[in-house]
């Protein structure tokens, strides 16, 4: 199974909720621990909660045009075909963009002359490794400056395959965008959560509906329940959005995840609540 934790904001508790997940289904089962993925690969800190030793290593990379103007012609047809407009051609003379490319190769299958080759262009980092509770982890880490975390997220779910009956946990970006879209691709359940603010709700609203457009199974969990009004907890009603955990405005919470403390360590009731939610999502899952 693929659960993939979002969040239509930043701050929600996504990465803390995705982390206590999976030390306690590891608690549950050493046998076979899940495989954690950070897709969160602009800002990645998931392991400041797993602790993993990370052992190897993969560059990112895209393949790009590479002009050999011996032999173009300044045409023009590889910055027609271009969806993204990343060759232009000014005065027969051909210019690449490479934060624009996606790598399609249209342009290197259009080129008449065959004036176009591919090189990669490295775009950041995969890393996996063993955290003390034998989950598997790996997490991207994106350059610095780099437009385009999709193509670093595909790589990533490639390169970390599951082992057979092995659990998948999915930590997505915040946000609704295309990242979080390929981070839920693929999900077998999306957990999405939110806290009881205006900005909580109006995100839970954008990401429900992303949701919804990807035809998978969604849960919420209410973080730093207290806080707000039951604005949240209506438009769940209302939508049909089963609440499958509520997390309290809590001090001790505060203060150890950001010391680096999954729920479990803080308090730790919450493996069994935890694991209690797992059996509840693989309820909904099979029930679908």
Same mark, same amino acid.
């Given at each position: 199974?693929?659960?993939? +934790?979002?969040? $239509? !904001?930043?701050?929600? $508790?996504?990465?803390? @909720? ?20 950070? =897709? ?6 998931? &392991?400041?909660? #797993? ?6 290593? !993969? ?18 047809? =590889? ?5 993204? &407009? ?19 190769? /249209? =342009?290197? #299958?259009? =080129? ?6 591919? +090189?990669?262009?490295?775009?950041? @980092? ?13 997490? $991207?880490?994106?350059? %610095? ?19 057979? $009956?092995?659990?998948? %946990? @999915? ?15 693929? *999900?077998?359940?999306?957990?999405? @959560? ?7 709700? &109006? ?6 509906? +992303?949701? !919804? ?44 995840? *950001? ?22 999502? /693989? ?6």
């Amino acid at each position: 199974m693929r659960i993939t +934790v979002a969040s $239509g !904001k930043g701050g929600t $508790g996504k990465t803390t @909720v995705a982390t206590s997940l999976a030390i306690s289904l590891a608690l549950n089962n050493p046998a076979l621990p899940p495989l954690f993925l950070d =897709c969160d690969v602009e800002a990645p800190n998931a &392991h400041l909660f #797993l602790k993993p030793a990370f052992k190897d290593k !993969k560059d990112v990379s895209i393949l790009i045009p590479s002009i050999d103007e011996s032999k173009c012609t300044g045409c023009g047809r =590889c910055a027609d075909v271009c969806e993204y &407009h990343a060759i232009a051609v000014l005065n027969n003379k051909v210019l690449v963009f490479p934060q624009l490319c996606h790598g399609c190769g /249209s =342009c290197t #299958l259009i =080129c008449p002359t065959k004036a176009i080759r591919e +090189v990669p262009n490295v775009m950041g @980092v995969l890393e996996s490794g063993i955290t003390p509770l034998d989950i598997n982890f790996a997490h $991207g880490i994106m350059n %610095i400056g780099e437009p385009m975390a999709v193509p670093v997220i595909q790589q990533l779910k490639k390169w970390a395959a599951p082992q057979p $009956g092995q659990v998948v %946990i @999915v930590d997505a970006p915040p946000g609704t965008s295309c990242p979080v879209v390929e981070s839920a691709r693929g *999900a077998d359940f999306l957990l999405l @959560v939110t806290e009881p603010t205006p900005f909580g709700l &109006h995100d839970l609203k954008l990401a429900a509906q +992303v949701a !919804k457009e990807l035809g998978i199974p969604v849960g919420v969990i209410i973080n730093r329940e207290g806080i707000g009004n039951a604005s949240v907890e209506n438009f769940c009603e209302t939508q049909g959005l089963p609440i499958l955990m509520r997390i309290p405005y809590d001090l001790a919470i505060a203060k150890g995840t *950001a010391q680096g403390q999954a729920l479990p360590e803080i308090y730790p009731k919450y493996t069994l609540l935890f694991q209690q939610l797992f059996a509840e999502i /693989s309820r909904m899952v099979v029930h679908q």
